[in-house]
């Protein structure tokens, strides 16, 4: 047969199946769209030279966009070929060879990846000008202009390369099944329905208890850092926990209902139970993972919503004054106590002039590793599941960095903590042995107190006077890289002040660009840092992951109503026939439509109600996660994602609504 006859032939099928067809190609073109946003983002200049980690963290999100974007295209070609297996046996019965209909698809393969990547091209380019400027406001860094993003050749030269890759997989697909299949079974296969489901005791066991240990498990770990092959486990379970309810639980329900003869014969429920049942195999897989993208969706996107709000108070409590000097050591390589006056000399040395402070005060601030339980702290001893830290500094500093007027007799201590247990303590006891211990009543301060910029499970100590500090010191000691024998900790000695004079503001600001590692100032080595430094540090590192959140969210809601859409599709024109049946017997229109409303209803509401469920129940482990980044308002959290699960639940009534529709259309009538 002539190429040109298949050409125009495949150009007909696709034509005459627009219905189908056009979704799949919209979304596809979508799809890379934002791949080439994304791609084009990652080798910008204008990114790479104020950004050096965004690269990596689009590149990630590239590397598993494309792995979405081929999963959805294939859930989405797995129906378009479902439609088509009678038109190609009715092709094998009429003369037409395989190898025929195997270039006639891959010139429709061809027509679709062409039209669709040039046109995502043109998209992406467009988007990605709004996207370029949208990022840089969210890294607080407003100088791009439209000119910093140029359309790239090599950026589109890797779109359509990408599209033509997954569209050639899919169609090695398509070629592989319709080389395994007969002429009879191509006729037959599309009205082969499903046998109804059993109730699978076993798998609903299994379900029942791999959800509820993951359940368990996101509710009661405490540090989600610390033990991440529990919190990979708990995330395999409630996976796998979904799954097996979704199979098992949906056929019990729907058995428990049909046996229930005073609802079940009721002529709605009649149609509704037993077409659902009917399917539900197929529906229940599907509907689990529908479930699974869904949770993704909340848990991607109100993480990364809720680390961008917290951002200020994360900067707040790791650089609470306009500047903050760290002495690290003396030209001798040896420490050395330092005091306010000594800082405040380096710095003026550094200016050529006094420096002009409107605040300054010294802090010194002291991190012991220590197995803490019930209460009790114990030096380290290898055990890290028992791991937290002491953070210690003395009154005298702590009310003058603050400006509070705290008093603390001998035995007392002020404190503040991130560990679960710890949250409510009314006295600790510091054990160095059976015969050496400490005792403290405590009185809790705020949070907001702690700094930020330590990982772990924290717990920030005021202590009394330097006697007491120096007499955990000794009792605590901790192992040093190099030594054999474990080592007092010393103190972090720092500076932290206010400058009133702008231009030595500025002169401080280019200091720090100048000196990314370290200082030296006559005899001493210093670490600097600033306000407006670390805000511009943490607002370009985590624009980047709000960033990679939407992107994948963006990608993920698509992949969702994708699958959603030729799922209602997919189920309107199975059920079409049997409609119709019912429609020559002399069922109203009225009861067909409700029974259509009820059935995608339920379908549309079960992974929308499990997904909200797990992701209530993973914030905990996010709340965890984010605390190891200074994020420790948890009212930020919970705002973030009632703000995401809002808007999820508006988008997905919309393809309710929609899908219903089209469902119902597809009943009535052949679109």
């Known amino acids: 047969m002539r190429l040109g006859m298949l050409t125009k032939l495949a150009v007909t099928n696709i034509k005459n199946r627009v219905t189908v067809?056009?979704?799949?190609?919209?979304?596809?073109?979508?799809?890379?769209?934002?791949?080439?946003?994304?791609?084009?983002?990652?080798?910008?200049?204008?990114?790479?030279?104020?950004?050096?980690?965004?690269?990596?963290?689009?590149g990630f999100a590239i590397f598993l966009s494309t792995i979405l974007i081929t999963i959805f295209t294939i859930y989405?070609?797995?129906?378009?070929?479902k439609q088509r297996r009678l038109e190609y046996g009715l092709y094998t019965v009429l003369g037409l060879e395989r190898k025929h209909i195997s270039l006639m698809m891959l010139i429709e393969q061809f027509i679709l990846w062409i039209t669709s990547t040039a046109l995502a091209t043109g998209i992406g380019f467009i988007f990605g000008k709004m996207v370029f400027?949208?990022?840089?406001?969210?890294?607080?860094?407003?100088?791009?202009?439209?000119?910093?993003?140029?359309f790239s050749l090599g950026v589109a030269g890797y779109t359509v390369a990408v599209g033509g890759l997954i569209m050639f997989f899919v169609y090695l697909i398509n070629n592989i099944r319709l080389s395994r299949m007969q002429a009879t079974e191509l006729l037959q296969e599309k009205k082969a329905g499903e046998k109804e489901p059993?109730?699978?005791?076993?798998?609903?066991?299994?379900?029942?208890?791999?959800?509820?240990?993951?359940?368990?498990?996101?509710?009661?770990?405490?540090?989600?850092?610390?033990?991440?092959?529990?919190?990979?486990?708990?995330?395999?379970?409630?996976?796998?926990?979904?799954?097996?309810?979704?199979?098992?639980?949906s056929i019990l329900v729907l058995k428990a209902l049909q046996k229930n003869k005073k609802h079940y014969y009721k002529p709605e429920n009649f149609l509704m139970i037993s077409?659902?049942?009917?399917?539900?195999?197929?529906?229940?897989?599907?509907?689990?993972?529908?479930?699974?993208?869904?949770?993704?969706?909340?848990?991607?996107?109100?993480?990364?919503?809720?680390?961008?709000?917290?951002?200020?108070?994360?900067?707040?409590?790791?650089?609470?004054?306009?500047?903050?000097?760290?002495?690290?050591?003396?030209?001798?390589?040896?420490q050395e106590k330092l005091t306010e006056?000594?800082?405040?000399?380096?710095?003026?040395?550094?200016?050529?002039?006094?420096?002009?402070?409107?605040?300054?005060?010294?802090?010194?601030?002291?991190?012991?590793?220590?197995?803490?339980?019930?209460?009790?702290?114990?030096?380290e001893s290898g055990e890290p599941e028992w791991l937290a830290y002491l953070l210690l500094t003395t009154l005298d500093d702590f009310n003058e960095m603050y400006g509070e007027d705290y008093q603390l007799e001998e035995n007392q201590a002020l404190y503040a903590?991130?560990?679960?247990?710890?949250?409510?303590?009314?006295?600790?006891?510091?054990?160095?042995?059976?015969?050496?211990?400490?005792?403290?009543?405590?009185?809790?301060?705020?949070?907001?107190?702690?700094?930020?910029?330590?990982?772990?499970?924290?717990?920030?100590?005021?202590?009394?006077?330097?006697?007491?500090?120096?007499?955990?010191?000794?009792?605590?000691?901790?192992?040093?890289?190099?030594?054999?024998?474990?080592?007092?900790?010393?103190?972090?000695?720092?500076?932290?002040?206010?400058?009133?004079?702008?231009a030595q503001a500025?002169?401080?600001?280019?200091?720090?660009?100048?000196?990314?590692?370290?200082?030296?100032?006559?005899?001493?080595?210093?670490?600097?840092?600033?306000?407006?430094?670390?805000?511009?540090?943490?607002?370009?590192?985590?624009?980047?992951?709000?960033?990679?959140?939407?992107?994948?969210?963006?990608?993920?809601?698509?992949?969702?109503?994708l699958m959603l859409y030729f799922k209602q599709i997919s189920e309107g024109y199975d059920d079409k026939e049997k409609f119709d049946i019912m429609g020559q017997v002399g069922l109203p229109d009225s009861l067909i439509k409700q029974t259509i409303q009820k059935q995608v209803f339920w379908i549309f509401a079960l992974p929308s109600i499990v997904a909200v469920l797990n992701a209530v129940i993973a914030h905990k482990i996010v709340m965890s996660l984010l605390r190891t980044l200074g994020l420790i308002a948890p009212t930020t959290v919970l705002t973030a994602y009632g703000m995401v699960i809002i808007v999820f639940i508006a988008i997905y009534a919309i393809c309710y609504l929609i899908t219903s529709k089209m469902y119902y259309a597809i009943i009535k009538k052949e679109m």
């Open 21 to 58: 067809y056009f979704p799949y190609f919209l979304s596809f073109t979508l799809l890379m769209g934002s791949e080439y946003i994304m791609a084009s983002l990652m080798t910008n200049d204008f990114v790479q030279e104020r950004n050096a980690q965004l690269p990596m963290i689009i």
């Open 76 to 81: 989405a070609n797995n129906f378009i070929q």
């Open 133 to 150: 400027i949208m990022i840089n406001k969210l890294m607080k860094d407003t100088g791009a202009t439209l000119m910093d993003y140029p």
């Open 198 to 249: 059993k109730a699978n005791i076993l798998v609903l066991l299994i379900g029942l208890v791999a959800m509820g240990a993951g359940y368990y498990f996101a509710l009661t770990i405490s540090n989600a850092m610390s033990q991440l092959p529990l919190l990979f486990g708990t995330i395999l379970l409630i996976i796998i926990g979904t799954y097996c309810l979704f199979i098992s639980l």
């Open 275 to 334: 077409g659902m049942l009917y399917r539900m195999r197929a529906n229940a897989v599907s509907l689990a993972s529908i479930a699974i993208l869904c949770t993704g969706i909340i848990v991607t996107v109100g993480t990364t919503l809720s680390l961008y709000m917290g951002m200020s108070s994360i900067i707040e409590g790791a650089t609470p004054r306009q500047f903050e000097l760290t002495y690290i050591v003396s030209e001798n390589g040896e």
């Open 341 to 379: 006056e000594d800082f405040l000399t380096d710095m003026s040395n550094y200016l050529g002039e006094d420096i002009n402070t409107s605040f300054a005060a010294g802090y010194d601030l002291t991190m012991i590793g220590a197995r803490f339980n019930d209460g009790v702290f114990q030096p």
């Open 417 to 502: 903590s991130q560990i679960k247990n710890a949250k409510e303590l009314d006295q600790i006891t510091l054990l160095a042995d059976d015969d050496n211990k400490q005792v403290l009543d405590l009185q809790a301060i705020d949070e907001t107190y702690m700094p930020t910029n330590y990982v772990g499970d924290i717990m920030y100590l005021v202590v009394p006077n330097e006697d007491v500090l120096n007499e955990i010191r000794e009792n605590f000691l901790i192992s040093v890289y190099g030594s054999d024998e474990p080592v007092k900790a010393e103190p972090s000695q720092s500076l932290y002040f206010d400058v009133d004079d702008e």
């Open 506 to 561: 500025k002169e401080i600001e280019q200091m720090i660009v100048d000196n990314r590692i370290a200082v030296t100032i006559g005899n001493h080595t210093y670490r600097i840092s600033s306000k407006q430094s670390m805000t511009k540090e943490l607002y370009s590192l985590n624009g980047g992951f709000l960033f990679l959140g939407m992107i994948v969210g963006i990608v993920l809601i698509i992949g969702t109503i």
